[in-house]
């Protein structure tokens, strides 16, 4: 099993659609998570950490729940340029080092 | 100018040569990783390093090594290129476990 995993997609939706993202990890001890986003074959980017509490920046919220081992991502208002590869990214118990997701692709269409 | 920038942005080259990828930042970070991007996977670590004087092997370090000059500078070397390191190359930098930074990017490709 991944130690993160996600549904590599592609998600295509139209414009002004709400979309959500979800992703699960393995390890119970992981301490930090990150949504990343990577254009076409570019490096990939923080879009935001994702608190306990959960957190909003915009259209973009994040959330996660440790009992459960997933994180989300929700856009609403979809958006042209908001196309890009979605990557779930989880930093481990060891310090620093961050396990990636194979990364959601989302396609948002006119 | 970009904070982490690597050379070459591409190059194409022939089992058994040796490859040496470079990364330098100027964002003053001590924490500096090498990974790899194959399509249809997640970055995968290859090697990181935490000060001048530590490196770590990652999930893949088989066929790799690397070399860290100075804070600014981590190099990843593919001793003898083989056709499965063909692969998108990623460098980052972290200030302790704060956020990645990203390079551009190598596009390598082993005939």
């Known amino acids: 099993r991944k130690e993160v995993e996600q549904d590599p997609g592609p998600f295509n939706v139209p414009e002004g659609a709400t979309v959500a993202f979800n992703c699960t990890y393995s390890?119970?001890?992981?301490?930090?998570f990150f949504w990343y986003r990577q254009d076409c074959r570019k490096e990939p980017k923080l879009l935001m950490s994702?608190?306990?509490s959960g957190n909003e920046d915009g259209r973009f919220t994040a959330q996660l729940n440790r009992a459960s081992q997933y994180i989300s991502l929700l856009i609403r208002d979809s958006k042209l340029s908001d196309s890009a590869t979605y990557l779930c990214?989880?930093?481990?118990?060891?310090?620093?080092?961050?396990?990636f997701g194979q990364g959601t692709e989302l396609s948002v269409k006119p | 100018d970009a904070d982490v920038t690597q050379t070459p942005r591409n190059r194409i080259t022939k089992t058994g040569k040796r490859i040496m990828l470079e990364c330098s930042q100027t964002?003053?970070?001590?924490?500096m990783y090498w990974y790899r991007q194959d399509p249809g996977l997640g970055l995968q670590l290859i090697y990181y390093?935490?000060?001048?004087?530590?490196?770590n092997k990652g999930e893949i370090s088989d066929g790799y090594s690397v070399s860290r000059q100075a804070q600014a500078k981590f190099s990843l070397s593919l001793e003898s290129a083989i056709p499965n390191q063909t692969a998108l190359y990623f460098c980052?930098?972290?200030?302790?476990?704060?956020?990645?930074?990203f390079g551009p990017g190598t596009r390598l490709t082993v005939l």
């Open positions: 980052a930098t972290s200030e302790d476990k704060d956020t990645q930074y």
């Open positions: 390890n119970s001890a992981s301490q930090s």
């Open positions: 994702v608190y306990s």
């Open positions: 990214v989880v930093m481990g118990n060891q310090g620093g080092k961050l396990i």
């Open positions: 964002k003053g970070h001590d924490r």
């Open positions: 390093s935490f000060d001048v004087k530590d490196i």
